[in-house]
């Protein structure tokens, strides 16, 4: 949980009773939460000062990749301000009064009917994708279609007024979405206040090894990279831009070495947000 310094809502993609909205809620308990149609909607309320904060996922353990967040951040001038793990529990909802015999197909966001592959198959369900896990909800509730599922959050199903047939639809019990939480403020923690993430974005030269060579600097520094992916920029293919995670404070002087190495192999660096690691990453004996 993060201690708000704004007031105001909470931003994030989706309808009431997202998995976003819960991570809104397990984050900033009590918090009016904020729902919007895209990635874009949510991080440009948070800039234009109609919502306090953003909470926007960037990584599942199933599906990896979620949100290409990378891409807008250095347009909005956003900074992460802390990390939060949600664990994800697929709930297969239906009207009240319908039985499990009587459905023919389930309704859901691409990632969730990934996700539920094995138990959609064992129920003979046929798969339709949906913009949003909540919005399946909605369109559901507001069908009347007995014949039809959605796989959604127990959050949705209240909202909306479904009932849950079967709980833990997710076919792995490790199902986990990371989420970031983005101000328009910097809130960077103190260099002995205990673990810490800082996230980047940086491009390098377009040189033979500049990538080997760019990334040399946090290893001689002894600094562990949970995060590296990259993505084409400026609509080239010979400019390529990464995104980084590094656990390590940006006020420590191993990073600050690492960083002025990549600058000499980089044309630019963009430090994102340095915030505390959420204790999920040490779960399973991580140092």
């Not at 949100?67 to 956003?78: I, N, S, W």
């Not at 796989?151 to 490790?174: F, N, P, Q, T, W």
């Not at 040399?216 to 992916?229: P, S």
């Amino acid at each position: 949980m993060i201690e708000a310094q704004t007031a105001g809502p909470i931003a994030f993609q989706g309808f009431p009773g997202a998995y976003s909205d819960l991570a809104c809620r397990a984050v900033f308990p009590g918090r009016a939460t904020l729902p919007c149609r895209s990635f874009e909607d949510a991080l440009a309320a948070v800039r234009g000062g109609e919502a306090a904060y953003a909470v926007i996922p960037i990584d599942n353990s199933l599906a990896g990749r979620v949100a290409d967040v990378h891409h807008l951040l250095p347009k909005l001038g956003l900074h992460i301000i802390g990390e939060h793990f949600e664990p994800v529990h697929h709930h297969l909802l239906a009207l009240p009064g319908v039985a499990l015999s009587e459905l023919k197909t389930v309704h859901s966001h691409v990632h969730a009917l990934s996700q539920c592959r094995d138990s959609i198959r064992a129920l003979g369900l046929t798969p339709i994708v949906a913009f949003d896990t909540a919005g399946a909800a909605q369109e559901l509730a507001t069908s009347g279609d007995r014949s039809t599922a959605a796989i959604a959050s127990a959050l949705a199903g209240e909202v909306y007024g479904l009932v849950s047939l079967k709980a833990g639809m997710e076919d792995a019990a490790h199902n986990t979405t990371r989420f970031v939480i983005l101000a328009r403020e910097a809130l960077v923690p103190a260099v002995d206040a205990g673990a810490a993430v800082t996230s980047l974005i940086f491009r390098v030269r377009n040189v033979p090894a500049a990538l080997y060579k760019a990334l040399g600097g946090f290893a001689t520094n002894g600094i562990n990279m949970t995060k590296l992916e990259s993505y084409m920029a400026g609509g080239t293919f010979s400019a390529t831009e990464f995104y980084l995670d590094v656990e390590a404070h940006e006020g420590e002087r191993r990073l600050q070495l690492a960083l002025e190495e990549l600058s000499f192999f980089s044309e630019s660096i963009s430090v994102l947000g340095t915030y505390p690691a959420h204790p999920y990453r040490f779960k399973n004996g991580t140092p």
